[in-house]
């Protein structure tokens, strides 16, 4: 969404240097004005500098990725829905620029995440409601700082919140590539969770296993290994899961569900296949199944939880224990950025756009 300050109208030629401290710069944003291909309905433009209320605060953006939901949204597509014109961005990390006269706990040089769920993160500088940022430390790295509070939130969540899990149980997954599955592999290594990882069949698929198995995975198949009458065969001596993650749907979905175990439960957050989840009747009946859907903003995490949640995969972060793959693009490189994002130049990693 806009900010209420602002309109899209290219500002006068004003040096920054002689803005007062309650006055925003001018901003660079990526636009759209109606939904659609994301690649043809962005544009690039200019917001003019704005007076800072006495809550508020300038934020300096550093970094913000782009998301797979950044991209359905701007098709129209996602749940919820900003009204246009709007700027796009959900997520990301800045430095406080300047502060509104009521302003006590953020102060100009803080390093701060975009509160998730908020959109317009892809600008210069976003002028918002100090409520609407988290002060972090400052030896995070920027690209990690950006994307921690989507994919490895959702991680940490989808863990803790479903199944009383413990040491030496074992959940399953599909998509374990994406960035949540890496960070479910590595959170699950930490606690002493096994986990089987399922991933599409690719010509790289042994690197793909090979770097999976560095991460954390105790098992990867290919879809095309699972197709086979009893999965449990392959477990070998690791207990069966209790927890199943799909992000994919149809038939990956039912790839989930065969490895549970007596009263498991899959998880549901995300369908990359478009295809529904079918589960066969004797899953319900003679195992029980569970199934169940997870949508971030839907947890209604209070601030104190939320906090804690960032602070400890930060912490992680910062001593090398959780990593994932991420591609660095200068933000006038945005279209080339959004075409490797929506997979029109190959790319398998995250984009995350540099101001």
Request: hydrophobic letters at 40%.
């Amino acid at each position: 969404m806009l900010s209420q300050h602002s309109h899209l109208v290219v500002p006068k030629q004003i040096s920054p240097v002689n803005f007062p401290a309650t006055m925003s710069p001018p901003s660079t944003a990526v636009v759209y004005d109606k939904y659609g291909p994301p690649d043809t309905v962005t544009r690039i433009a200019n917001i003019p500098p704005v007076v800072l209320n006495a809550n508020e605060v300038c934020v300096k953006m550093l970094a913000a990725p782009i998301n797979p939901a950044d991209i359905n949204r701007i098709e129209g597509v996602y749940l919820v829905l900003p009204p246009t014109p709007a700027i796009g961005g959900w997520e990301g990390v800045g430095e406080i620029h300047s502060v509104g006269s009521a302003v006590v706990a953020l102060s100009p040089g803080d390093l701060v995440i975009h509160a998730a769920y908020l959109s317009g993160t892809w600008q210069t500088y976003v002028v918002e409601d100090q409520s609407l940022w988290y002060k972090i430390d400052k030896n995070t790295p920027i690209e990690y700082a950006a994307t921690i509070s989507v994919n490895p939130l959702s991680a940490l969540r989808m863990l803790e919140d479903f199944v009383a899990l413990k040491s030496g149980d074992t959940i399953v997954q599909n998509g374990a590539t994406s960035i949540v599955g890496q960070c479910v592999i590595q959170l699950a290594r930490i606690r002493g969770i096994h986990s089987i990882n399922i991933i599409r069949d690719k010509p790289d698929s042994d690197k793909i296993k090979e770097k999976l198995i560095k991460l954390g995975a105790t098992k990867v198949f290919t879809e095309s290994e699972l197709e086979v009458k009893d999965v449990k065969k392959l477990l070998g001596d690791i207990p069966k899961p209790s927890l199943g993650l799909n992000c994919i749907g149809g038939n990956a979905a039912n790839m989930v569900v065969k490895f549970l175990k007596q009263g498991g439960t899959m998880v549901t957050y995300g369908g990359m296949s478009k295809k529904p989840i079918t589960v066969s009747t004797t899953h319900f009946i003679f195992k029980d199944i569970s199934l169940k859907g997870f949508l971030l903003r839907e947890k209604n995490l209070d601030e104190a939880q939320y906090k804690c949640s960032i602070d400890h995969l930060l912490a992680l972060v910062r001593a090398g224990i959780l990593q994932y793959e991420m591609e660095m693009v200068p933000f006038k490189d945005f279209h080339i950025a959004l075409e490797k994002a929506m997979g029109k130049q190959g790319s398998q990693r995250k984009q995350i756009l540099t101001f």
